[in-house]
């Protein structure tokens, strides 16, 4: 037999020692641990040639550009190439330089899954938070992709909206989506896509995002008497506030006890000539109408009057500080603004301004929050052309008629079987399915059964970090508001990371209502349903056999998961676990289908 290993395209030599290949499926193991094929450990001989294609990793003095990263192998045995892997340098010795290589899994997801990052920064974005919004019956501008879906937040919305406003949710299947593009990947959910559009995460904090941390008002016009513009607010922090009620716009800057250094930005466009000394007017006022300062702001060769830096009167020690804007020629044509940044972020989002995403998301790594998805719905990762596909157990049973005859490349060790098993994976005799504890909603969990009384009675196999819908009985209860304990304020509670379901459905007068519900995410309903429910089937008797099989090149280089195997010696079709390779022979562990 004949093997060659390419590194960068360049053969490398390589020791009599037949390399051993771990051929690893990821459909039928446990969901939450996706995992690449791999080899064992190769020794490639300290030939003139290995050392220049490695870099010269051992010389002390020199930094091998080959020594902490992974590079592109090829693998080929008697003239047919295998698989296209990945390739890392572990160590050298006197022997020789250690490698090892992956495949079967996509490099860009790869990447996704050993990096640490949280789902937190990929929803770098912003939701206007105000009344026409918060009870557009949920949903803004008619998309699903985030948007204020109604539930019940722990008090009579209705009857308080002065008081209190629902918060946005976000669509798990746009997260997705905007984590595959980040690396470059697709990730095919299949018929699953439907189901997975439909899951939404309630974000039950009001966390501020110092990106987002700064007022805003756009200048719309100018009073005609006074000559001071008129503003529209674009975003909000707390302590600033535009004056309603008078016959001029002006800034309310708040309680600056604990001032320090507040960002100004103006950008005003005025029909003034180039040059003009006094085309705009600030000014600012203190209580009983004193003038602190007033500031003058000259027009560019386009009108434009431009200020940024920090505020230039110090405002400690005030209460209530008022800015007045005034033009002294019209307003011109250019987008005219004003922008205060506070650089102490506060501890929450203002009302009335724009609520940011990402910080208000559950920390998950993103990771994890894909094996959570898969654990809803019983999907298993498989690498595709260009990324990787999520499938059911199902899959694998439909496509029985599609299965590869493998009757003649047993090799018989006996009448049996060369080994032969009762159990498969790491499982009790119930597996529980779980939702962090929560009082008021006892019955979210689920379990699946394994017949096999020599196992642990039961064990939690999965615990998902979202606090269980159905507080108080009300699946549609995300109770993050509360009256404080004289009835007075409303306060915003620690009610745990939620996961729920859009449900739309129609009045009388065929009027579409958007809402969320967590009662079909109740585990219990999980595992009789979706690719769960065939998982069950699989793992509930299972029969797992060894054996040693002639498996030719042609037959490793198109080893498709999803399709099973027939062996004519036990009249069944089994589905492939696993199968370690070296030389002619590869050793096989398959699971029985029924």
Not at 254 to 263: C, V
Not at 443 to 462: C, F, H, I, P, R
Request: aromatic share 12%.
């Amino acid at each position: 037999m004949k093997e060659e290993l390419y590194i960068k395209g360049e053969r490398v030599d390589l020791s009599d020692d037949e390399i051993t290949l771990n051929f690893k499926s990821n459909l039928l193991g446990d969901i939450s641990k996706i995992t690449a094929s791999n080899s064992y450990t190769i020794t490639l001989p300290r030939t003139n040639k290995n050392i220049r294609l490695l870099g010269f990793p051992d010389v002390a003095g020199h930094e091998s550009y080959m020594m902490r990263d992974y590079f592109n192998a090829e693998y080929y045995r008697n003239g047919i190439k295998l698989f296209d892997a990945k390739a890392v340098l572990i160590s050298c010795s006197e022997s020789g330089f250690n490698v090892a290589l992956t495949w079967g899994m996509s490099e860009k997801f790869i990447q996704l899954m050993n990096d640490d990052r949280s789902i937190q920064e990929f929803a770098d974005m912003t939701l206007p938070w105000n009344s026409s919004t918060t009870y557009d019956n949920g949903l803004v501008d008619g998309q699903l992709s985030h948007g204020y879906i109604r539930h019940n937040a722990g008090i009579d919305v209705d009857s308080n909206r002065d008081k209190i406003f629902i918060h946005p949710s976000v669509n798990c299947m746009r997260l997705l989506e905007e984590i595959a593009s980040y690396y470059g990947l697709t990730m095919d959910w299949g018929s699953y896509k439907q189901y997975i559009e439909l899951l939404y995460l309630p974000l039950i904090s009001q966390k501020t995002n110092p990106k987002y941390n700064w007022f805003e008002a756009e200048i719309t016009g100018i009073h005609e008497d006074f000559h001071t513009v008129n503003l529209r607010q674009v975003n909000a922090i707390q302590n600033i506030r535009i004056i309603t009620g008078h016959d001029w716009n002006d800034i309310i800057i708040h309680n600056t006890s604990n001032w320090k250094d507040w960002e100004l930005d103006l950008c005003i466009s005025t029909t003034a000539p180039a040059g003009a000394q006094k085309a705009v007017e600030v000014m600012f006022v203190r209580s009983s109408h004193i003038i602190m300062g007033t500031y003058y702001l000259e027009a560019d060769e386009l009108g434009v009057c431009r200020y940024k830096g920090r505020i230039p009167i110090d405002l400690e020690g005030y209460n209530d500080i008022e800015m007045r804007i005034t033009l002294i020629y019209n307003l011109g044509t250019i987008k005219s603004y004003v922008k205060i940044t506070d650089p102490d972020i506060t501890e929450d989002v203002a009302y009335g301004g724009v609520y940011p995403i990402g910080s208000n998301l559950p920390d998950i790594s993103v990771v994890d929050f894909i094996k959570q998805i898969c654990w809803l719905f019983g999907l298993f990762a498989i690498k595709s052309d260009t990324g990787v596909s999520f499938i059911s157990v199902n899959k694998i049973i439909d496509n029985k008629k599609k299965a590869v005859d493998w009757s003649k490349k047993l090799v018989p060790t006996g009448w049996t079987a060369k080994e032969t098993s009762y159990t498969f994976g790491d499982f009790a005799q119930k597996n529980y399915f779980r939702y962090e504890e929560n009082e008021n909603a006892k019955s979210a969990d689920g379990y699946m059964v394994v017949q096999n009384k020599t196992l642990d009675y039961e064990k939690d196999l999965l615990k998902l970090p979202y606090t269980a819908g159905g507080d108080n009985g009300d699946m549609r209860a995300v109770p993050y508001f509360k009256w404080s304990d004289d009835g007075t304020i409303v306060e915003l509670e620690d009610c745990g990371d939620r996961i729920m379901q859009l449900v739309i459905s129609f009045d009388s007068q065929g009027n579409e209502d958007a809402r969320l519900d967590f009662s079909d995410l109740k585990f219990k309903n999980r595992v009789s349903r979706f690719g769960l429910s065939y998982y069950q089937d699989l793992i509930k008797s299972p029969f797992v056999i060894k054996d040693t099989f002639r498996l030719a090149e042609i037959d490793l280089k198109n080893i498709d998961y999803t399709i099973p195997v027939y062996i004519e010696r036990y009249a069944a079709f089994f589905a492939i676990i696993s199968i370690r390779s070296q030389g002619d022979y590869s050793e096989c562990e398959l699971l029985k289908l029924l």
